[in-house]
């Protein structure tokens, strides 16, 4: 070992044991993270809960741990990129047991979609628009999102004021008094092609 590795040796060495000793003395800067954001949650590894479903709506939250993400190899253009790298994704979940889908949302949902259900009962969403794992599985995601939140907009059934009724009556007896009128005038014309008959 050289004189010069030797030296940067040793004040590695130094350097750790002050920065150990002002670690374990409690020692904590006028920049550190809790003077500078003394109101905010510095633990970034708690998980923050889920939120819940409210009214039979669904809150657009999808839990990562009820569904099975799969990469799988990606067709189409794209070079020898596409042979070495899995980007299509696959979402997976049972269906019947999603009970983080709203039970009505849940139903209409199987009977919409009741042909791409496989046998054991799992829905499958794919997604290879891009060639980024993340990129697809957040497109995945937000497939799945729209097409749950399309069935909750389904199930509402929208309010019809008096005045609309009233005016949707008017319409359909004003369509059904054409209709007579044509129907009258057409049997006209048919009884004015037929031949006169003698009557004695």
């Given amino acids: 070992m050289d004189l010069r590795n030797f030296c940067c040796l ?19 800067s006028n920049l550190s993270l809790d003077k500078l ?3 905010s949650r510095l633990d970034i590894t708690t998980i923050p809960k889920a939120p819940e479903s409210k009214d039979g709506k669904f809150s657009g939250y999808i839990p990562m741990d009820k569904i099975q993400v799969n990469y799988v190899r990606s067709g189409g253009p794209g070079g ?22 709203p039970e009505p949302i849940r139903v209409k949902l199987a009977e919409r979609v009741k042909n791409q259900i496989s046998k054991e009962g799992y829905f499958i969403v794919k997604s290879e628009r891009t060639r980024s794992q993340q990129l697809n599985l957040a497109d995945t995601l937000d497939k ?4 749950i939140h399309s069935v909750a907009q389904s199930l509402v059934v929208p309010e019809v004021s008096e005045e ?6 008017r319409l359909r007896e004003r369509a059904a008094r054409e209709r007579l009128k044509e129907k009258r005038a057409h049997s006209m014309t048919k009884q004015g092609r037929q031949s006169p008959t003698l009557d004695s």
């Fill in 144 to 147: 799945l999102r729209n097409l």
């Fill in 164 to 169: 609309t009724l009233e005016r949707q009556r």
């Fill in 37 to 39: 954001y003394p109101t």
């Fill in 80 to 101: 020898q990129n596409v042979n070495c790298v899995s980007t299509k994704t696959e979402v997976r979940f049972h269906l019947a047991s999603a009970d983080w889908i």
């Fill in 10 to 28: 040793r004040r590695l060495l130094i350097s750790s044991t002050s920065c150990s000793r002002a670690y374990l003395s409690g020692f904590k």
